[in-house]
């Protein structure tokens, strides 16, 4: 197979996966994400700061400044087996938008300035009624109607 063709396949199935870690998104900032998480030894902007604050020093004299909305959008749902059947139940957290800005000033050759990045984590939602928030350890058995047959 030659070089190009391995990139298409790869370039695939990388693309496939739809996954990321909600504690530890792929990137910061639309330049790093855009460039599947590369942060180091290139200007990207005020998201050095949570990228790499070495970076700062490529910026270019003047003022800088930045602004951006990431998305993390899970799709979470938790399945337990008991000897009664399978108990199902997913999360009602859909969207987690995190606001990013940073400003920046160059002086020769000290970079000074600000920023403020949404750091991931999802959180998932799951309604009172849920065995998911049963205090009984599923002992409860008007949870019945979260069986799975």
Known sequence: MNSVKKIIVTSFLI??????NGMNLE??????????GASFAYNNGTAAVMNN?????????G????????????????TVMT???????KSSGRAYY????????RYGKITTGISVFGQGGMGTEFGKNSWMADPSGGNNTSLTSGLIN
């Open 63 to 78: 003022n800088q400044f930045d602004f951006s909305v990431g998305l993390l959008g899970p799709d979470v749902g938790a």
């Open 27 to 36: 990137g910061f900032g639309p330049i790093a994400c855009g460039m599947g």
């Open 15 to 20: 693309g496939s996966a739809f996954a990321t």
């Open 98 to 105: 995190m606001p990013g800005f940073g400003y920046t000033r």
């Open 83 to 89: 000897p009664f059947g399978n108990m199902f139940n």
């Open 53 to 61: 604050p070495a970076t700062l020093s490529l910026i270019p004299g």
